[in-house]
Protein backbone atom coordinates (compact mmCIF):
# COMPACT_ATOMS: atom_id res chain seq x y z
CA UNK A 1 0.00 0.00 0.00
CA UNK A 2 1.55 3.40 -0.97
CA UNK A 3 2.85 5.17 1.84
CA UNK A 4 -0.04 8.21 2.70
CA UNK A 5 -1.16 10.13 5.50
CA UNK A 6 -4.13 12.22 6.99
CA UNK A 7 -2.10 15.17 5.95
CA UNK A 8 0.84 13.96 3.16
CA UNK A 9 0.29 12.56 -0.05
CA UNK A 10 3.11 10.56 -2.17
CA UNK A 11 4.39 12.09 -5.16
CA UNK A 12 5.49 9.47 -7.73
CA UNK A 13 6.72 5.76 -6.21
CA UNK A 14 7.12 4.78 -2.87
CA UNK A 15 11.06 3.23 -2.81
CA UNK A 16 10.81 2.97 1.19
CA UNK A 17 13.19 0.14 1.78
CA UNK A 18 11.79 -0.85 5.08
CA UNK A 19 14.51 -2.80 6.50
CA UNK A 20 16.92 0.30 6.15
CA UNK A 21 17.82 3.10 9.04
CA UNK A 22 14.64 5.74 7.70
CA UNK A 23 16.54 10.06 7.30
CA UNK A 24 13.18 12.06 7.10
CA UNK A 25 13.83 15.58 5.99
CA UNK A 26 11.29 18.31 5.19
CA UNK A 27 12.29 20.77 3.15
CA UNK A 28 11.27 23.94 0.87
CA UNK A 29 13.10 25.64 -2.13
CA UNK A 30 16.63 24.20 -0.06
CA UNK A 31 18.11 22.40 -3.89
CA UNK A 32 21.54 24.06 -3.00
CA UNK A 33 21.60 21.79 0.02
CA UNK A 34 20.14 18.02 -1.34
CA UNK A 35 22.84 17.11 -2.88
CA UNK A 36 25.80 17.36 0.16
CA UNK A 37 22.76 16.37 2.62
CA UNK A 38 22.06 13.20 0.92
CA UNK A 39 25.65 12.37 0.06
CA UNK A 40 26.69 12.99 3.35
CA UNK A 41 24.15 10.52 4.64
CA UNK A 42 24.45 8.13 2.61
CA UNK A 43 28.01 7.56 3.50
CA UNK A 44 26.49 6.20 6.74
CA UNK A 45 25.01 2.86 5.22
CA UNK A 46 21.77 1.37 4.59
CA UNK A 47 19.83 4.56 4.56
CA UNK A 48 16.26 5.26 3.08
CA UNK A 49 15.29 8.83 2.71
CA UNK A 50 11.43 10.12 3.07
CA UNK A 51 11.28 13.65 1.80
CA UNK A 52 8.64 15.67 2.42
CA UNK A 53 8.75 18.57 -0.06
CA UNK A 54 6.73 21.78 0.89
CA UNK A 55 5.84 22.73 -2.52
CA UNK A 56 9.54 24.15 -3.56
CA UNK A 57 9.80 26.11 -6.77
CA UNK A 58 13.06 26.01 -7.20
CA UNK A 59 13.60 22.41 -9.12
CA UNK A 60 13.54 20.41 -5.70
CA UNK A 61 11.13 18.36 -6.44
CA UNK A 62 12.37 16.66 -9.64
CA UNK A 63 15.51 16.43 -8.18
CA UNK A 64 14.17 14.12 -5.31
CA UNK A 65 12.19 12.33 -7.69
CA UNK A 66 14.99 11.13 -10.20
CA UNK A 67 16.91 9.54 -6.84
CA UNK A 68 16.79 5.71 -6.22
CA UNK A 69 16.41 5.67 -2.30
CA UNK A 70 14.07 8.49 -1.94
CA UNK A 71 10.44 9.00 -1.62
CA UNK A 72 8.45 12.11 -1.96
CA UNK A 73 5.60 12.98 -0.13
CA UNK A 74 3.73 16.75 -0.01
CA UNK A 75 1.29 18.12 1.66
CA UNK A 76 -2.56 17.68 0.89
CA UNK A 77 -4.51 20.85 0.24
CA UNK A 78 -4.75 22.56 3.37
CA UNK A 79 -2.15 21.54 5.34
CA UNK A 80 0.82 23.48 6.08
CA UNK A 81 3.88 23.46 8.20
CA UNK A 82 2.72 25.88 10.48
CA UNK A 83 0.02 23.78 11.63
CA UNK A 84 0.79 20.42 10.89
CA UNK A 85 4.73 19.95 10.71
CA UNK A 86 4.50 17.89 13.93
CA UNK A 87 1.98 15.81 12.60
CA UNK A 88 3.68 15.68 8.96
CA UNK A 89 6.69 14.27 11.13
CA UNK A 90 4.94 11.43 13.62
CA UNK A 91 2.62 10.29 11.39
CA UNK A 92 5.11 9.07 9.10
CA UNK A 93 7.49 7.65 11.39
CA UNK A 94 4.49 5.59 12.99
CA UNK A 95 3.83 4.24 9.64
CA UNK A 96 7.45 2.97 8.71
CA UNK A 97 9.90 3.41 11.65
CA UNK A 98 7.89 2.03 15.04
CA UNK A 99 10.71 0.18 17.11
CA UNK A 100 13.45 1.60 14.64
CA UNK A 101 16.24 4.43 14.51
CA UNK A 102 15.39 7.04 12.81
CA UNK A 103 17.43 10.39 11.63
CA UNK A 104 15.79 13.56 11.27
CA UNK A 105 17.91 16.53 10.20
CA UNK A 106 16.90 19.60 8.81
CA UNK A 107 18.66 19.83 5.07
CA UNK A 108 21.37 22.23 6.80
CA UNK A 109 22.71 19.53 9.28
CA UNK A 110 25.24 17.53 9.20
CA UNK A 111 25.79 14.68 11.86
CA UNK A 112 29.20 13.77 13.36
CA UNK A 113 29.85 11.36 16.65
CA UNK A 114 32.38 10.71 18.54
CA UNK A 115 35.41 9.10 16.60
CA UNK A 116 33.26 9.40 12.89
CA UNK A 117 34.31 8.70 10.16
CA UNK A 118 36.16 5.74 11.49
CA UNK A 119 34.00 4.78 13.85
CA UNK A 120 30.56 3.35 11.87
CA UNK A 121 27.15 4.48 11.82
CA UNK A 122 26.47 0.53 12.38
CA UNK A 123 28.90 0.64 15.20
CA UNK A 124 27.14 4.07 16.83
CA UNK A 125 23.75 1.86 16.78
CA UNK A 126 25.27 -0.86 18.15
CA UNK A 127 26.42 1.44 21.39
CA UNK A 128 23.24 3.43 21.86
CA UNK A 129 21.34 -0.53 21.93
CA UNK A 130 23.69 -2.00 24.43
CA UNK A 131 22.84 1.03 26.43
CA UNK A 132 19.26 0.37 26.57
CA UNK A 133 19.25 4.38 24.97
CA UNK A 134 16.28 6.06 22.94
CA UNK A 135 17.85 9.18 21.88
CA UNK A 136 21.05 10.52 20.84
CA UNK A 137 21.83 14.21 21.90
CA UNK A 138 23.69 16.45 19.64
CA UNK A 139 24.59 20.38 19.76
CA UNK A 140 24.34 22.15 16.90
CA UNK A 141 27.51 24.27 16.07
CA UNK A 142 26.70 27.25 13.94
CA UNK A 143 29.29 27.03 10.57
CA UNK A 144 29.94 30.61 8.70
CA UNK A 145 32.59 32.07 6.70
CA UNK A 146 34.93 35.41 7.19
CA UNK A 147 32.68 37.38 4.90
CA UNK A 148 28.84 39.33 5.40
CA UNK A 149 26.19 37.07 5.58
CA UNK A 150 24.39 38.42 3.07
CA UNK A 151 27.55 37.24 1.17
CA UNK A 152 27.07 33.95 2.44
CA UNK A 153 26.43 31.70 -0.97
CA UNK A 154 26.74 28.49 -1.34
CA UNK A 155 27.88 27.37 -4.91
CA UNK A 156 28.93 23.61 -4.58
CA UNK A 157 32.03 21.42 -3.09
CA UNK A 158 32.16 21.15 0.73
CA UNK A 159 29.65 22.98 2.86
CA UNK A 160 32.41 22.83 5.84
CA UNK A 161 35.49 24.03 3.53
CA UNK A 162 32.93 26.82 2.42
CA UNK A 163 31.96 27.88 5.81
CA UNK A 164 34.68 26.49 8.31
CA UNK A 165 34.21 28.75 11.16
CA UNK A 166 32.75 28.45 14.40
CA UNK A 167 32.33 30.00 17.73
CA UNK A 168 34.06 27.96 19.77
CA UNK A 169 33.16 27.53 23.34
CA UNK A 170 36.33 27.00 24.81
CA UNK A 171 37.73 30.14 23.73
CA UNK A 172 34.47 32.47 25.00
CA UNK A 173 32.30 30.41 27.32
CA UNK A 174 30.17 33.19 27.82
CA UNK A 175 28.58 32.65 24.46
CA UNK A 176 26.92 29.45 25.07
CA UNK A 177 24.49 28.21 28.31
CA UNK A 178 22.57 25.79 29.54
CA UNK A 179 18.64 26.45 30.50
CA UNK A 180 16.55 23.36 31.97
CA UNK A 181 13.17 23.82 30.68
CA UNK A 182 10.11 25.74 32.51
CA UNK A 183 7.91 23.00 34.27
CA UNK A 184 5.22 23.47 31.89
CA UNK A 185 6.88 23.35 28.57
CA UNK A 186 8.95 19.73 30.44
CA UNK A 187 5.41 18.39 31.47
CA UNK A 188 4.35 17.83 27.85
CA UNK A 189 8.15 17.63 26.05
CA UNK A 190 10.25 16.02 28.85
CA UNK A 191 13.31 14.81 26.67
CA UNK A 192 15.40 16.75 26.88
CA UNK A 193 15.33 18.22 30.24
CA UNK A 194 18.05 20.52 29.78
CA UNK A 195 19.18 22.82 26.71
CA UNK A 196 21.95 24.26 25.29
CA UNK A 197 21.32 28.17 23.72
CA UNK A 198 23.71 30.86 22.46
CA UNK A 199 26.13 30.49 19.24
CA UNK A 200 26.74 32.39 16.46
CA UNK A 201 23.33 33.58 15.09
CA UNK A 202 22.43 34.78 18.97
CA UNK A 203 25.39 36.48 19.08
CA UNK A 204 24.92 38.81 16.17
CA UNK A 205 20.95 39.36 17.53
CA UNK A 206 22.42 40.26 20.99
CA UNK A 207 25.06 42.76 19.16
CA UNK A 208 22.21 44.75 17.77
CA UNK A 209 20.73 45.03 21.39
CA UNK A 210 17.40 42.69 19.93
CA UNK A 211 17.95 39.83 22.25
CA UNK A 212 15.08 37.51 21.68
CA UNK A 213 15.27 35.56 24.46
CA UNK A 214 15.57 37.41 27.58
CA UNK A 215 17.78 35.93 29.91
CA UNK A 216 16.01 35.22 33.52
CA UNK A 217 17.54 35.22 37.38
CA UNK A 218 19.30 31.82 37.51
CA UNK A 219 19.29 29.19 39.58
CA UNK A 220 23.32 29.14 41.14
CA UNK A 221 22.63 26.34 42.99
CA UNK A 222 20.85 24.08 40.31
CA UNK A 223 23.27 24.94 37.72
CA UNK A 224 26.23 23.94 40.60
CA UNK A 225 24.64 20.28 40.36
CA UNK A 226 24.74 20.69 36.72
CA UNK A 227 28.31 20.97 36.36
CA UNK A 228 29.23 18.27 39.13
CA UNK A 229 26.73 15.78 37.19
CA UNK A 230 28.76 12.83 35.41
CA UNK A 231 29.90 14.13 31.94
CA UNK A 232 29.43 18.04 32.69
CA UNK A 233 31.97 20.23 32.35
CA UNK A 234 31.75 23.87 32.85
CA UNK A 235 31.60 25.16 29.27
CA UNK A 236 27.98 26.22 29.38
CA UNK A 237 28.07 28.07 31.97
CA UNK A 238 26.79 31.52 31.82
CA UNK A 239 23.80 30.95 32.92
CA UNK A 240 20.93 28.44 34.10
CA UNK A 241 17.39 30.12 33.58
CA UNK A 242 13.73 29.07 32.86
CA UNK A 243 13.45 29.37 29.20
CA UNK A 244 9.49 30.56 27.81
CA UNK A 245 6.93 27.48 27.63
CA UNK A 246 8.00 28.07 23.83
CA UNK A 247 10.61 26.93 22.06
CA UNK A 248 13.46 29.67 21.99
CA UNK A 249 14.70 30.21 18.87
CA UNK A 250 18.69 30.35 19.61
CA UNK A 251 17.88 26.64 20.59
CA UNK A 252 21.47 24.47 19.93
CA UNK A 253 20.67 21.08 20.66
CA UNK A 254 18.74 18.89 18.96
CA UNK A 255 17.36 14.68 18.91
CA UNK A 256 18.95 13.71 15.23
CA UNK A 257 18.47 10.25 15.96
CA UNK A 258 15.71 8.25 18.30
CA UNK A 259 14.65 4.94 18.34
CA UNK A 260 11.24 5.97 17.10
CA UNK A 261 7.83 4.34 18.83
CA UNK A 262 4.47 5.04 17.98
CA UNK A 263 3.08 7.68 19.34
CA UNK A 264 6.28 10.25 19.55
CA UNK A 265 6.27 13.88 18.78
CA UNK A 266 8.57 16.05 18.24
CA UNK A 267 7.54 19.46 19.22
CA UNK A 268 8.59 21.12 16.05
CA UNK A 269 11.95 20.19 14.26
CA UNK A 270 13.68 17.33 16.32
CA UNK A 271 14.50 19.69 19.70
CA UNK A 272 12.22 17.89 21.85
CA UNK A 273 10.04 14.48 22.35
CA UNK A 274 6.51 14.43 23.90
CA UNK A 275 7.74 11.47 26.17
CA UNK A 276 10.71 10.43 28.91
CA UNK A 277 13.47 9.02 26.59
CA UNK A 278 16.84 7.96 27.86
CA UNK A 279 19.40 9.58 25.75
CA UNK A 280 22.60 7.85 25.21
CA UNK A 281 25.91 8.89 27.11
CA UNK A 282 27.46 9.05 23.10
CA UNK A 283 28.82 12.45 22.17
CA UNK A 284 27.74 14.34 18.98
CA UNK A 285 27.47 17.07 17.02
CA UNK A 286 25.18 18.58 13.82
CA UNK A 287 27.24 20.94 12.08
CA UNK A 288 24.73 23.83 10.92
CA UNK A 289 24.59 25.65 8.22
CA UNK A 290 22.07 28.16 8.34
CA UNK A 291 23.00 30.40 6.14
CA UNK A 292 23.59 29.73 2.56
CA UNK A 293 21.82 31.77 -0.26
CA UNK A 294 23.28 35.20 0.96
CA UNK A 295 20.51 37.99 2.11
CA UNK A 296 18.00 36.50 -0.47
CA UNK A 297 17.88 33.10 1.36
CA UNK A 298 16.88 34.84 4.63
CA UNK A 299 14.13 36.96 2.65
CA UNK A 300 12.62 34.21 1.60
CA UNK A 301 12.37 32.90 5.03
CA UNK A 302 11.20 35.67 6.44
CA UNK A 303 8.72 36.24 3.85
CA UNK A 304 7.31 33.00 4.57
CA UNK A 305 7.03 33.40 7.93
CA UNK A 306 5.99 29.57 9.23
CA UNK A 307 8.44 29.40 11.45
CA UNK A 308 8.62 30.10 15.58
CA UNK A 309 7.44 33.42 15.98
CA UNK A 310 6.64 34.39 12.90
CA UNK A 311 10.14 33.68 11.05
CA UNK A 312 11.60 36.27 14.28
CA UNK A 313 14.73 34.74 14.49
CA UNK A 314 15.39 35.30 11.07
CA UNK A 315 14.12 38.50 11.21
CA UNK A 316 16.63 39.70 13.34
CA UNK A 317 19.13 38.17 11.49
CA UNK A 318 18.19 39.47 8.40
CA UNK A 319 18.62 42.88 9.93
CA UNK A 320 22.67 41.88 10.43
CA UNK A 321 22.97 40.57 6.83
CA UNK A 322 25.40 43.20 6.27
CA UNK A 323 28.11 42.47 9.71
CA UNK A 324 30.96 40.00 9.39
CA UNK A 325 29.94 36.99 11.93
CA UNK A 326 33.96 36.35 12.43
CA UNK A 327 35.04 37.81 15.98
CA UNK A 328 37.93 36.63 19.07
CA UNK A 329 35.90 33.72 19.87
CA UNK A 330 36.05 32.25 16.28
CA UNK A 331 37.86 29.15 15.43
CA UNK A 332 38.30 27.79 12.45
CA UNK A 333 37.10 23.64 11.81
CA UNK A 334 40.22 21.62 10.77
CA UNK A 335 39.41 18.67 11.89
CA UNK A 336 36.03 17.16 13.74
CA UNK A 337 38.86 16.66 16.72
CA UNK A 338 38.25 20.19 17.21
CA UNK A 339 34.58 19.13 18.32
CA UNK A 340 36.08 17.08 21.47
CA UNK A 341 35.50 18.56 24.30
CA UNK A 342 32.00 20.35 23.43
CA UNK A 343 29.95 17.93 22.43
CA UNK A 344 29.26 16.00 25.96
CA UNK A 345 25.68 16.08 26.22
CA UNK A 346 23.89 17.91 29.20
CA UNK A 347 22.21 15.17 32.05
CA UNK A 348 18.75 16.18 33.82
CA UNK A 349 19.81 17.22 37.01
CA UNK A 350 19.02 14.55 39.95
Known sequence: MALETEHLQLVGADKTDRGAYVCLLLVHNEGNLIE????????????????IDD?????????LLAQPNVTVLAPKEGSTYAKHKREWRGQVLDEVA?????????ADE???????????????????????????????IDMYADRPLDEHVYTGGSLSQSFPLFDDPRIDPAGTWMERGASRFLKNWPTPAVSVLGGMRQRLVDSQSSQLIPLRRFNRRLLGRLRDHQGMGS???RALTKHPKTMPANLLTKLPLVKWKRGFRFYGGAHSLNAETAISSERAVLLHFPVTR?????????????????????????????INPTYYGTRELTSLKDMDGITLPPRRPT
Open 294 to 322: GRDGLDSIVSRGQHSANSGHYRALLGVAE
Open 98 to 106: DGRWILAPD
Open 55 to 63: RSTDGSTEF
Open 235 to 237: NFG
Open 36 to 51: PFLEHYRSFGNITFIV
Open 110 to 140: HLFWHGAPERSFDDLIRVLDAEGAGALYAIM
